[in-house]
């Protein structure tokens, strides 16, 4: 497994990859989440490449990116086991040297729902995500759909843009109470830990409601919201249920929809979705 810093390395190396290549985009502190894109990507691909980088531009400032949970050396160890050819970890400046100012912004999509609670979020994803692809020029890049939104933004930038490699969409891998791997996870203490299990039982909520024929999307959102609520330390930033497409938001609900969430638990803000339908 190489482990490369710098655009230059990583140029050199790429021209001597065997084709395809499939790419992972990560900001480390690994977990099953990430080593299942990994190991998909493993799979389909002669060359997989994977990229650790905590990328400050989809941070807000008053967000975590001082804190957010880094450990290198253990990531290394993973995907040195996934059998990763290449980790591209390269520091701030190689991404965004002085003076740097071009940026990918995708409308619509990008400016509701994460977009809307965390300005200028999607603008640091598309921005980072656009470099990323230049530099490594994958063949197939793979999301997390935990990650909804910023996958339909992804798709949208690729096509809008041209961008010659395929999309790969990967299911969200979940803990034993259904919460989704997050590496922010790690911020919850015991109590709120087991709070934030709510998320993934109000997604279930409305699945189970859609399967017995409740098509009003508010009525699923006023149920979903008391479930969420019974937990003291939860708090809800929004709860949504769009087209799994577009993101419009629905009144009738039609599939498929996407039900997705944002809801702090303590200080740690989580996010969810399901789609149903
Ligand atoms: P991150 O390191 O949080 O930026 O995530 C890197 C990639 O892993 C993104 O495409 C995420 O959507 C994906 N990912 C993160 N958590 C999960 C999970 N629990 N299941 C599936 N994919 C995930």
Redesign the pocket.
């Known amino acids: 497994m190489k482990i490369v810093e710098t655009a230059a390395e990583l140029s050199q190396l790429r021209g001597k990859m065997p084709g395809p290549v499939g790419f ?11 080593l ?2 990994v190991r998909q990507a493993r799979a389909e691909n002669a060359s997989v490449a994977v990229s ?1 980088f905590v ?1 400050p531009t989809q941070f807000g400032p008053k967000e975590d990116f001082r804190q957010y949970p880094r450990d290198p050396r253990r990531d290394l160890a993973l995907l040195e086991g996934e059998g990763v050819d290449l980790v591209f970890m390269p520091p701030v400046e190689e991404i965004y040297p002085p003076g740097f100012n071009a940026w990918v912004e995708v409308g619509g999509l990008g400016e509701r729902l994460e977009g809307a609670s965390r300005p200028g979020h999607f603008r640091g994803v598309a921005t980072v995500v656009a470099r990323l692809f230049e530099l490594v020029r994958p063949d197939r890049a ?6 909804a939104q ?2 339909l933004v992804i798709r949208k930038m690729v096509a809008d843009l041209d961008m010659s490699l395929e999309v790969v969409a ?5 803990e034993p109470d259904g919460l ?5 996870n790690t911020y919850l203490n015991p109590e709120e830990r087991k709070q934030a299990a709510v998320l993934y039982q109000a997604l279930t909520l409305a699945q189970k409601l859609y399967g017995e024929g409740e098509r009003n999307a508010a009525a699923i959102r006023r149920r979903m919201t008391a479930l969420i609520l019974k937990q003291p330390l939860a708090d809800i930033d929004y709860i949504s249920i769009a087209d799994a497409e577009t993101l419009d938001e629905l009144d009738e609900v039609k599939p498929p929809a996407l039900v997705s969430m944002a809801v702090r638990i303590g200080k740690t803000r989580l996010i969810d979705n399901v789609v149903v339908g």
């Open positions: 992972v985009p990560t900001m480390g502190y690994l977990h099953e989440g990430h299942v894109l650790i990328n793979y999301f997390g759909q935990k990650d910023q996958l990967v299911p969200t891998v979940r989704a791997m997050s590496s922010r």
